[in-house]
């Protein structure tokens, strides 16, 4: 069965230091992954994708991924956090049996918190 | 340009209501989703439409009733309403449904009910 974890339920860092959210997915084939971001009380923002090409992916906000297809991963990572960083973040896999219906499988979410 | 919108914000209802959630999206998408977010599960899907006029069951189906009678349009019903289908629901469109057109999301309607 396609799925997609996040690990950690909640990741905590200090600002101006580096930041990874994990992301590992189960599929078949190859991966179409996504990196979305929730701020309270508002919807799902897109921040990145990975489609084909270039393992490391940058995207919205500094944010950057690095697809990793031997440790089947799409850690999410930030040379340098923000306090505006904090928020929820959304690891999604493309539904590959269901490609004609653009279907996304997301992952539980990590809250990241960054302190001052 | 607006992207997607949801009405209303906020809703209750008791237990044996009906509503209809609507969303609207001005980007001319040919695809459209609704989700419901409940603590520590993610989003799971609930319906979705890949043009107007077509609608297909997805995850979490039961309970559920759409309809996309117009293609800027996805509407979400609750026929009889249930505790346990107090959640936080979000509609999103896509463009087309291949790579590598991502989801857009509404901000959410927050639904209880009691």
């Known amino acids: 069965a396609q799925s997609v974890a996040q690990p950690e339920d909640q990741v905590n860092v200090a600002e101006g230091n580096p930041l990874t959210v994990k992301c590992t997915y189960s599929?078949?084939?190859?991966?179409?992954l996504f990196w979305y971001v929730q701020y309270p009380n508002r919807g799902l923002q897109f921040l990145l994708k990975?489609?084909?090409?270039?393992?490391l992916v940058k995207g919205s906000y500094g944010f950057e991924a690095e697809f990793n297809k031997s440790q089947t991963s799409f850690h999410l990572k930030k040379p340098s956090a923000l306090v505006s960083d904090s928020a929820l973040y959304f690891c999604a896999v493309r539904d590959i049996w269901s490609s004609n219906t653009g279907k996304l499988i997301f992952g539980q979410g990590t809250t990241l918190q960054v302190k001052p | 340009n607006a992207g997607v919108t949801q009405t209303p914000k906020f809703r209750v209802l008791k237990t044996g209501q009906s509503m209809t959630l609507l969303c609207a999206q001005d980007?001319?998408?040919?695809?459209m989703y609704w989700y419901r977010q409940d603590p520590g599960m993610g989003l799971r899907l609930i319906h979705y439409?890949?043009?107007?006029?077509?609608?297909a069951k997805g995850e979490v189906p039961d309970g559920y009733n759409v309809s996309r009678l117009k293609k800027q349009n996805f509407l979400l019903g609750l026929e009889s309403a249930a505790p346990s289908q107090t959640s936080v629901y979000f509609c999103a469109s896509s463009l087309l449904a291949g790579a590598p057109y991502e989801q857009y999301f509404g901000p959410g309607t927050r639904l209880t009910v009691t």
């Open positions: 980007m001319n998408h040919e695809y």
């Open positions: 439409s890949v043009g107007e006029g077509t609608t």
């Open positions: 599929v078949s084939g190859n991966p179409y």
């Open positions: 990975y489609i084909t090409g270039d393992n």
